[in-house]
């Protein structure tokens, strides 16, 4: 593991995170179970191929379909920008909260301490899920098909969104005139100061290749992070949840401040989750009381 570590904090430095390819992201995850499994036989370790591959074409097909999201119908702009000012604008001077946060904390040509912690908790989002899931994999399979479950469904739910309804977020939307005040997109400036440069870049480059770059409604940043944690809820005392729910929270504030999402998309990222966890669970309960009809001696 500690052979692992080192490689993959190497691979960060120089080449970044690996934000952009499932296969990537999920090569160094299964190197992960191996190096902490080495005593197993290698038959098992082909196993994580059998169960993941199917995942990550899914989730290669989402990345590769989002691009498209686009083509067919206008951005929403002024939804969003009016449902934000509508909730906040007494509290922000009538201003939507990312213009608000970026005029009280964020300094053009200088990073504070916060941007690294902003972007850090960014970045988390292209590993945390697919870490959860790899790590239930390890310790409870039947577990992991659970957090798969939702987790592919949520991720389809999004993508048909996209291809609906289209969404700007702030960036876009002070970059097209629609807000009159400035937005900056600052989500990787935390990069430099720490010296991972390359990491910095590599997310630049994502973000500046983006195809659909209006694919803001609901955020799946936030849903992830949300649906990472309600997960386990029921599984842990009600005194740990403001220590899971924080991550969420964190998330949400890193994504209003850098300008990636409305609180909005947020809130609807949120809704998704719940609408997730009702539709799959209420499909898990019908299955099982099928295969309960089907074989009533077991």
């Known amino acids: 593991m500690a052979t692992w570590a ?21 090569g160094w995850l299964w190197l992960a179970t191996i190096a902490w499994r080495n005593f197993r036989p290698w038959r098992e370790h082909l196993l994580f191929l ?14 590769v ?48 301490w916060w ?38 469904t949520l991720s389809l739910a999004g993508l048909i969104t996209y291809f609906l309804y289209p969404a700007a977020p702030p960036w876009w939307a002070w970059e097209h005139g629609a807000l ?28 500046a290749d983006q195809s659909n770059p209006v694919a803001a409604m609901p955020s799946l ?12 809820l029921p599984m842990v005392g009600r005194r740990w949840w403001p220590l899971l729910l924080a991550y969420p929270l964190a998330m949400t504030f890193t994504l209003v401040y850098t300008g990636e999402h409305y609180v909005a998309d947020v809130l609807v990222g949120w809704l998704y989750v719940v609408l997730t966890f009702v539709a799959v669970g209420l499909g898990e309960r019908w299955w099982a009381r099928r295969r309960a009809v089907a074989s009533p001696g077991d």
Request: proline share 5%; aromatic share 14%.
């Open 180 to 207: 009159t005040e400035p937005v900056a997109r600052i989500s990787s400036n935390g990069f430099a100061a720490i010296g991972l440069h390359s990491a910095g870049n590599t997310l630049n480059a994502l973000q």
């Open 221 to 232: 940043h936030t849903a992830y992070a949300m649906m990472a944690v309600a997960f386990f």
């Open 65 to 112: 379909s989002r691009g498209s999201a686009d083509d067919f119908f206008a951005p929403h702009v002024h939804f969003m920008i009016d449902a934000d000012e509508r909730m906040f604008g007494w509290l922000t001077g009538g201003r939507i909260p990312t213009i608000w946060l970026q005029q009280h904390l964020y300094q053009p040509g200088h990073v504070q």
């Open 6 to 26: 080192v490689a993959f904090a190497l691979f960060v430095a120089f080449v970044g995170v690996p934000t952009s390819d499932p296969l990537v992201a999920f």
């Open 115 to 152: 941007e690294v912690v902003v972007t850090l908790i960014y970045v988390s989002h292209f590993l945390t899920v697919p870490t959860v899931a790899v790590v239930l994999w390890v310790r409870n399979r039947a577990l992991s098909y659970r957090f798969m479950r939702r987790w592919i």
């Open 50 to 63: 059998r169960d993941w591959l199917p995942v990550v074409a899914l989730l290669e097909f989402y990345n």
